[in-house]
Structures are given as structure tokens and as C-alpha cells.
């Protein structure tokens, strides 16, 4: 019972604050203290978390003092990403705007203004929420995390990152530091789409569609659904059908029962049942479609 | 705020929907250094909370802490510590042993034989009264020939169910008490009313009422959630008795929305038509699910069915009103006081009867609708009166003619995914509880005003304004009756012990009644201003003139077409001081002798996502008749307010329960709680609102009330406007997208 305990206004437990000001510092700190610590990047999820008790950490870890996590750059492999770039700066860069605009289109979409300037885009995943936005759109990029342990860096991809509801494969003492984003093909057209019940509102559906157009039929195709399932997914037999076809209404309703039949219901979905979650899955994913084809068209 | 030396107070809740205590052990919370208040330490009265009706109209049920809890979030105990995150620790350092009782959560599974009695005995005003199936009270109402409706043409009876609302208010309910020197003790709370809010520490505690200073404390909003002195206060009162040191008691957004909410009603309608396009008659039953306790559900009973026969001409009327207790949130008044309610019925019925017998929905309206000449009785059969002015037919025809109504779309000409239609609605709602003779409901105000030995004047009233600019109002009506500008009257701040009574700032009363008081203060000094002027000018008191010198920066009095006979205000006011006449001031108390209906008609047009669900918002026209318009900015405000809540009402709000645990299924959480944010609703250059011509003979300078008559029409609109959209209608709200993919599932595979 939780009306004596969770509000989102008193923070009555006791943590000690560390703000360490490099990569192996933060690591150090987060080996130390393993499941007692938690790291504090934009502090949108984890705060509300800590009022309404979901989480106690002992120890927080604030990794907004290491320079180089907050970078928007160009490198030959696609544009990287540090994991605190504020979703508002992912949402206005010219760079992100000009590359990937999908992806700031996404970014766009979360919350408010002032969520977007406090929200880091390596929170909003490792904060493994299946409606997560980021997530979704990061997804059908094809992105790639970047990590960093006691071992070093590694890297993967995004796809690997997500283990099922509130779960990623970070190990102990390890953070994300970022992603790479691969520039999608030459002419692609790309879409980000999502119902909430306000604009201020979560997603109770998100889709997120990459493709290119040859000879008018398509070619590369990349589609994610998020909300749907414990995280977000490629729905890679929607992609096959689409392949290699002109997108016609037909072919499009054909590989949208494909999107529906990812709708993998759980046991208490309060906000709204699978029929209604299958139903607008298709309606969105015909819509980014349907808008990445357009602007492929526009590009030849 | 704050106070030097001031405790932090939390109050211990019930996580039970019905349950008794059978033991409650504060030592840990004590061994913090923690005040503690258990249900023995305070006052063992069972009082009402609202205190807008007479006694003998009043049921009582209510305890400053229980030890019998009837929902989740009853006050069952209480601490106060040296800061919020210590009074929280202590607080989860309270041991309770709790007997569970069978709980439940449905009006009409409530009233059914062997449903666990929520409350066994309740008090109406001493007299103690036995429950039975859970009804808390009830009304029954008939009028006219009940063969009027069996000669109709053509009946529609219906079962509907409207929302569960919350008012979701800017601040959350919160009081800081400070006990005095002399036994006494100093209020500052979210209140509607200060008055009444003293009143009821009064009867709870015991403390003589000029010992009790309930101040004036400016809100971001109310909407009728403090119309009742809110929990709080009367829990940190008792802490602050206790501890003798001030206490500051805030809810947090996750109590606050377990501490009130709008009511739910279950209706079932029965309505009656000619072909001839005239109503015949109705039945109307209503189960208004009050939640765990009364917050004068009694006096809604009669609101409901006076809302219901005042919007159209009813040659029979029947009504059976019941308020049921749940175990829920206690219900208590939402802007419109059941009237949006009411009115989403009505006007839903509106439509599918003018569809029946082939006449357009519009003209059915301006058929039926009640209006000048006619007899109101809105707030209830005890408040009657005669309408006076009424703009129903300017609304009506002016908006038809912005939004081209005669053709709109045809919904069984649409099938493709995106699906546009416009609806009409109207509805009203009383300004005050005025009326020409005393009734059940208590309804007058009063104020203070007086001249400043330089001209300007102080303006006293115990009126709450929620920021509305309830007050702005008065003022204007002030400088208008004594020509000076709106600034040289001065708002002062306020409290019990410098005011007059004034019942609350509810019912739409703020302006009309309210300001009703002001001029009537303001003609009685305009008086003695004159008095004094004419002793000055050696002129008649009656015969001389005012106007405002603009380069003098002050009213002037002048005997006319006489040069030289001139007086300022300042100099008026200088020489009634030096030749000791007195102040030019007066203090009154007024009554409204009736309270007009404000009119208000919508049109407005949507388009439906047939694959999402999701509605969108592509035009609204509001129509308005309130009379003067005192300050057009802040009515045409009003109207902007109630039609965003009305489209939240109508599409988004409900606090459903999870019968596993007795609690909200969103657990207390706003983010879970959706209304529109501005990014949701319509450009206002999609948003045309218009003022009918007309003047109100009873009110200040012909104003009449707008608060609550821009919400009520507002859901009945929209859902004539979906449904000429889709061609499907609904009869629960909200109507949400996932309701609308189900219906249209339904309607068309
Ligand atoms: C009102 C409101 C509206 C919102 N709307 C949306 C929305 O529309 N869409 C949406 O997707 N989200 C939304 N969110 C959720 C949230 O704002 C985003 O998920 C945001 O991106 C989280 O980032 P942050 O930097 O604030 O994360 P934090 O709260 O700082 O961290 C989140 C979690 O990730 C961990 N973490 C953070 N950074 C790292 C790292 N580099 N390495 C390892 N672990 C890390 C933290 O320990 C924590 O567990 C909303 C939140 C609020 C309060």
C-alpha cells in the first residue's frame, strides 16, 4: 500500500551525492557501489523514481560533470551522440536536423520543453521504458551504443542494449556514453509517429520508419514499434513484405497486419487494451510509412 | 509562507476502503520528536464541511480523524516535525492494525440488498438518522400531467453515465495555522469562503469566533473543490492546539487528488416529443455516487432536477434524485455543480429526439427552450424566480449563421478514415442563489468602502477571488458608481475579523451578488459624498453632479451651469476631517432578490481519426449572454477556460478504482491523469467567442455571472459533434479513443 509512501513532492531518504569529473572516476565509483548506486544524468526519470520510492539508491552518481558525454558530432560512421546530450539540443541540431531528422522529430515529441531541456537521450534508454522514444526511433536507425567499463569501451548494437521491461545489458560499473547513428542511405525517407492522449503525454503507441525508394519500389526499409512489447522492436516481417514493392495501399495494409501481430499484450496494461494498441500500430505505421515514402520521392 | 518556529504537518491516510481501527501505535513517530494526533485527540463532533445550506438542509458524517475510514485517503491520523521529510518519516513509523470491511465502488451495486452499510447512522442537523441502502438522502419531484407524456409522439429512455472528475486546481489543498497568545488561533487556507471556514473551527473546537482569523489568501484556481473547508484544516488546527507552535499542512499532488473529486452520476432519462417539434415531458432518475461522504449532496438533488426542467419547457415533469454512498473520494461541488452533467444528457437527447420525429436539432432548441417571462428555478425547487433577460435566440441564430449550420455534414455520407461534424449545444446556469424569498441555500454577501482623505478609497471584502478577477470586477463596479478610475480604489487585504459575512464565492455569485454588495456600498458613499458636497457648495445634496477631471486626476462634484461651485473629491474629504463630519463610508449586507440564468450556446466541428480514435478540435463558437459585460477580456476568458475543461470532461478525464485495493488506478498520480495541455487545444483565432445583447435589471450595471453557464454545454456539444462525425452515439463518458475504435468496431466490423 502506497498512499502513506509515493508522492512526488518529499524525498525522505538519505543518499550520499558523488559527481566525479571523468569516465573512470564515475566508474570507480559505480564498481564500488553496485546495486546501491544509481547515476543521475537529466534526473526526469530517476527523481520521480526516488519520490515515489520505486528506487533508494544510497549513493548518486552524477555523471553531468564529465566533458565529453554531452557531444553532437560527425564522424565518418554517422553522427555520434553522447549519452547527456539534452533531447532538446538532439531536438534543434542542425547537424541531427540535416542527417537524421527523423531522429529530431522524435526527440521533439517527449514531454514538454522543460522536460526536453532537463532529459538526456542516454537516460531516456537506460531507463528501459518500452514507450521510451528515443528508443524506438534509435531502434530502426540501426543505431549503436557506446559503453564504458572497468575493461574499457565497447560497443553494440541497440538492439542488444534492451533485456525486456526496466532491463538493459549494462553490467555492473558500467555507463552508456553514447551512440553512433549510421547516416541512412542516399534519398531515404524516414517518419517518427506516436498517439498519446495528450501532447504532453507518453506514448501508448510509437513507430519509427527509415527507407529508400528504387525505381519506385522499396528498398531499404527499417521499421520499430514501441509500447508494444516489453521494448521496443523491428518488425523485420513488415520490412520483407515492403521490400522490393511499390508501396501501394495494398502492399501497405499487408505489411501493417504485420505490425498489429507485434502487439505482445501484458497482464495489467492500464492504458489501453491490445485491440486498441493493434489498431492505431497499424494506423501510425501506415502514417510514417506513408510519410518516408513521400519524402523519399521528394529526394529522387 | 512561512512562520518562524512552524512544524510541517502530514496526515496519516487510510490505504483501506472500509475499515475499522482496531489499534494504533504512534511511539515510533513520537521517538522521532514527532507531534502525533490520533482520532481520541480531537473533537469528537461529526460536522459537515460545507456550510452553504441552512441547518435543517445539512447532513453530517463527517470526523476530523476517524477511526472508521470509508475510503482510501480518510484522515486517520496526523504528525507534525521540524521539516516535510521528517514529518514523512514519522509518519511511516505509525503502526496501525486495521479490521477490513467489504468496501464498495459502484452507486447502483451500493444501493442493492446485502451491500455492507457504509455509514449506519448519520446526523441532519442533530437529529440522528439510520442509512438504509446506502442512500445518503434523497428528493422526489413531479409536476404537471403525467398524460402529457404518454401522448407523445415519439420516447427516448436511456441509461448514462458521466465521468469521475477531478478538479485539478493550481495549488494543492493547504492551510498554516498559528495558535495565538489569547487561545485563539490564525487561518490561512485554500478556501472559498473565510467566513464559513470559521464558522466550522467554530463548531469543531469550541473557540469563540473572534478568536479565529481565517485571512484571505490569493488561489490559482478552485472550481468548487473548497466550497467545503478542505480536511486539512481542520487536521492542523488540531496539530497546532496540540503543539501550541504553528503548523504548515500541505498535501501532496498524489493526496490532493484522493481528497476530492467531481460527482459521478448515473442517469436514467426518459423524453417525450410532438411531431409538432414541442416537448411533451420527461422522467428523470439520478444516482449521484457521492463517495464516501456528504458534502451537501442534499441541495445538488435539487440542482440536478432544476438544471434539468429550466433548460426546456417540461408539461410534465418527474424526478427521483438519489445520493448514494461508495466507497470512494467524497464528491463535492465542480464548476457547474452537476450542471455539465446534466447537460451532456439533455442535449445528447436533444439531438436523438430531433432526429426522431425529422426536425433540426437547432430549431428543436429554439422550440423548447425556457426563457424571459418564464419561471427559473435552476439552483432547485426552493430557489424560484422570473427570468429577465435572456439572449438563448441571438446565441442560437448569430452562431448558426457564423458556422453555416443548415449544412453541415451528413455522417451517413462519411467512410473515410478522417470524419468531420459539427454539434450544437446550449445550456445556462445561475448567477447566485438569489431569490425573492429566503430558501434552503444561504446567499448573501457584504462589504466595506470608504473614502481616503485624498480622494481615493478602500474597498473591504471578505469575498474570495480564485483568481478570476472576481475582485477586479468589483473594483470597476465601484469607480463606475463614484466616476473615479479603477485605481484609486483599493483592494485591502482582508479577514474575518475586519469583514462582513459574504457565504462563498461559488454558484456563479461572484460578480452579480458579489458585486451587488460593492455597489451598493459604493451608492451609499456616493450619498454621503454628496452630503458633504453639498454643504461645501451651498448646493442641494440631490441636485449636484459628478464627473471624473482627468487633469486633476479626480472626481470633481459640481452644481451644474453655476461657475465656481466645484469640489474635487480630495478636498471633500480634507474638509469633512477638519470640520470633523466623519468618513464618508459605509458597511452593507445584501441579498439578491433573484438569480438569473447566464445563457451560453457552442457550435462546434471535429474531426475523428477513425484508426486512432483521437479527436481533434477544428473550430468552436461560443455565444454568451451575461449581460453587461463588466470586463470583456476576462469573460471571454471564462468562456476559454470552460471550454477547455468541458473538452476534457468530454473526451479525456475519469478516476477509475481498482476494486482489488479500493484505490485510484492511477495511485495517486497526475501525470496518469490526463487534461489538455494548450498545445492540445485550438488556436484561439479557431476559437470565436460573442456576448449577446442584453441587460440583466437585477444585477450591477445589467451584469449577470459567466463561471460555470461556459462550461455546462460544453460536453453535450462535443458529443453531438462525434457523433455527427460518426454516426454513433454515447452514452458514458469520457469518450475516450479507445471508445470510439470499440464503437465504431461495432458499427462497422
Ligand atoms: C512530465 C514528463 C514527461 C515525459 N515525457 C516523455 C515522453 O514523451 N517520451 C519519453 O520517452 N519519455 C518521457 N519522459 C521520461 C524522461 O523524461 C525521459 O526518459 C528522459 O530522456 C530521461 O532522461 P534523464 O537524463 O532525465 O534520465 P535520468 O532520470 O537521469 O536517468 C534515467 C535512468 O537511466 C539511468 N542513466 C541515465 N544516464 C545513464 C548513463 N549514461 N548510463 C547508464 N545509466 C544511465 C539512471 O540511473 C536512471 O535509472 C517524461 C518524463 C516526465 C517527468
Redesign the pocket.
Known sequence: MTINKVNTHIVPIEFEYHAPGSLDEAVALLEKYGEDA???????????HMKQRKTEPKHIVN?KKIPELACIEETPDGIKIG??AK?RAVELSPQIREKVPMLSEAAG????VQ?RN???????I??A?P????ATALMALEATVHVYGKDGAKEYPIAEFFQGRSDVS?ERGE???GFTVPYPPEGAGSAFEKVGWTT????TVNVAAVLTLKGGKIDHCSIALGACSPAPIKVALAEEILKGKEPTDEVLEEAMEFVAACVEPRKRWRRAPPEYRRRSSQALAMDAVGRAVEQARRHQ | MSFPNMLYGRVLKSPHAHARIKAMDVSGAEAMGAVTLTPEEVPDVTYCPRLVSIPSATYKDWKVLTDKPHYVGEAIGAVAAESEEEAQKALEAIEVDYEVLGASFDALESMKPGAEPIHDEIYLEDDLLKVENNVGCQLEITEGDPKALEDADVVIERTYRTNRRYHNQLETKSVMVRPEADGGISVWSTTQTIHNTRLLLHDIYGIPMGKIRVYKVALGGSFGSSIHVNPVVNVAVGLALKSRRPVKLSYTREEDIRDHCAYQMIFKLKLGAYKNGKLAGGRLEAYLDIGAHQIQAYPLLGCVVGWWVSLYKLPYKDYVGKAVYTNKVPSCAFRGYGNPQISWVVETMMDELAGKIGVDPLDFRLNNYIGEGDIFWGQGPSVKSIIQSCGVEEILTRGAEMVDWYNRPNPEEQTGRYRRGWGVGRGYHTSSAGAPVPSSIVDFGGAMLKMNEDGTFDYVSALMDHGCGTQDAHIKIVAEELCVTADMVNIIRADTGTTVYDVCTHASRGVYSGGGAALKVAMKVKEKIRDFAGKILDAYPHAVRIRYDEEREQAVVFAEGIEGREVTYREIAETARHKNWGTAAAVESYRQPSCPPHFTGYFVEVEVDTWTGKVKLLRVVAGADIGTVINPMLAAGQVHGGFAQGWSMTVLEDLPYDPDDGDLVNRGSV?NYKVPTTMDMLDLDDLTVFFADTYEPTGPFGAKGIGEGALNPVAGTVANAIQNALGVRFFQLPITPIRILEALREKEG
Do not use: E, H, R, V
Open positions: 544509481k547515476i543521475l544524468a537529466g534526473g526526469t526519470d530517476l527523481i520521480p555523471i549519452a547527456l533531447l515529441s517527449i514531454g514538454s522536460i532537463l532529459g538526456t537521450i542516454g537516460g531516456n537506460c531507463n521504458s514507450s521510451a522514444d528515443m549494462l555507463l552508456l556514453t504532453f503525454d507518453i506514448a | 501525470a
